[in-house]
């Protein structure tokens, strides 16, 4: 018997780069499968833009989860798509319909808690997108590079019996450059909430998931699906929640060998 999917408030997810290589498109098929919601917010970066202007990449199915979110919204849900700079076509019809789908530069979303949060996908805070386009592809290049080792990486791990591992997301978390990097972000966010007058900000553009609570602000990261594979979501109560799906997904540990336990062995 099919287990019935998990239904919550609100979901958000960023970052699925569709028309990549590096998508992990069927996970997210598997994700959604099993995850429903009454609003779902793409917060930018859904399609890559800057990939399919180089190569045409678009596999069945990158296809297949435009169309499950398209059945979503014939089935009710309201989807809110908010662009981001790999996907910056999109942004010349903010303010309109496609099909039900509504295109916004940015919103507030109202939690069932009364917490207000700016939805926004954070690119206009990067400083290397705003003024240093060159370094900004040549950052996305290097991304790729990484990417195809990864995949390489995790094929071996398969076959050790170990799960998903990122190898840029590991990267991320121990670079001081980068650590830094993300710190500044959030700070530059937490000062566009004040500006808002708002509750905390929701956004992705840097790959790095978050929850982080600080003195009158929280910052949520929803992540991305080609390095961690994360989404956001809102429960009927208002609480947010941050879900890992790498170690749940059957797509991206398949074909994994169960490792085998050595017998300890204990001093006389």
Same mark, same amino acid.
């Given at each position: 018997?099919?287990?019935?999917?998990?239904?919550?408030?609100?979901?958000?997810?960023?970052?699925?780069?569709?028309?990549?290589?590096?998508?992990?498109?069927?996970?997210?098929?598997?994700?959604?499968?099993?995850?429903?919601?009454?609003?779902?917010?793409?917060?930018?970066?859904?399609?890559?833009?800057?990939?399919?202007?180089?190569?045409?990449?678009?596999?069945?199915?990158?296809?297949?989860?435009?169309?499950?979110?398209?059945?979503? %919204? $014939?089935?009710?849900?309201?989807? &809110?798509?908010?662009?981001?700079? =790999?996907?910056?076509?999109? +942004?010349? @019809?903010?303010?309109?319909?496609?099909?039900?789908?509504?295109?916004?530069?940015?919103?507030?979303?109202?939690?069932?808690?009364?917490?207000?949060?700016?939805?926004?996908?954070?690119?206009?805070?990067?400083?290397?997108?705003?003024?240093?386009?060159?370094?900004?592809?040549?950052?996305?290049?290097?991304?790729?590079?990484?990417?195809?080792?990864?995949?390489?990486?995790?094929?071996?791990?398969?076959?050790?019996?170990?799960?998903?591992?990122?190898?840029?997301?590991?990267?991320?978390?121990?670079?001081?450059?980068?650590?830094?990097?993300?710190?500044?972000?959030?700070?530059?966010?937490?000062?566009?909430? %004040? $500006?808002?007058?708002?509750?905390? &900000?929701?956004?992705?553009?840097? =790959?790095?998931?978050?929850? +982080?609570? @600080?003195?009158?602000?929280?910052?949520?990261?929803?992540?991305?699906?080609?390095?961690?594979?994360?989404?956001?979501?809102?429960?009927?109560?208002?609480?947010?929640?941050?879900?890992?799906?790498?170690?749940?997904?059957?797509?991206?540990?398949?074909?994994?060998?169960?490792?085998?336990?050595?017998?300890?062995?204990?001093?006389?």
């Amino acid at each position: 018997m099919q287990q019935q999917p998990q239904r919550f408030r609100t979901l958000f997810i960023s970052d699925l780069h569709l028309g990549t290589k590096g998508a992990q498109a069927e996970a997210l098929l598997e994700f959604l499968k099993q995850h429903e919601a009454d609003t779902i917010y793409l917060v930018g970066d859904i399609i890559d833009g800057w990939r399919l202007r180089s190569s045409w990449y678009w596999p069945q199915h990158h296809n297949d989860v435009v169309q499950k979110l398209l059945r979503q %919204a $014939r089935k009710g849900a309201r989807i &809110v798509y908010v662009p981001g700079n =790999h996907d910056e076509f999109l +942004r010349e @019809f903010c303010g309109n319909l496609f099909g039900s789908i509504e295109v916004c530069d940015s919103l507030v979303h109202e939690a069932a808690d009364g917490r207000r949060y700016l939805v926004i996908h954070g690119d206009a805070f990067d400083m290397v997108v705003r003024h240093a386009r060159w370094l900004a592809f040549l950052g996305d290049w290097a991304y790729v590079m990484a990417l195809a080792l990864s995949t390489r990486i995790n094929v071996v791990r398969r076959k050790m019996g170990f799960t998903y591992w990122s190898l840029s997301a590991w990267a991320k978390a121990r670079v001081k450059n980068a650590v830094n990097y993300i710190g500044n972000f959030e700070e530059t966010l937490a000062a566009e909430a %004040a $500006r808002h007058e708002v509750d905390g &900000v929701i956004c992705g553009h840097i =790959h790095s998931a978050a929850i +982080r609570d @600080f003195e009158d602000f929280t910052y949520i990261n929803t992540g991305d699906w080609v390095e961690s594979c994360t989404a956001v979501v809102e429960h009927e109560n208002g609480r947010m929640e941050l879900i890992h799906w790498a170690p749940f997904s059957t797509v991206l540990n398949a074909g994994r060998v169960p490792a085998v336990r050595l017998p300890s062995r204990h001093a006389a």
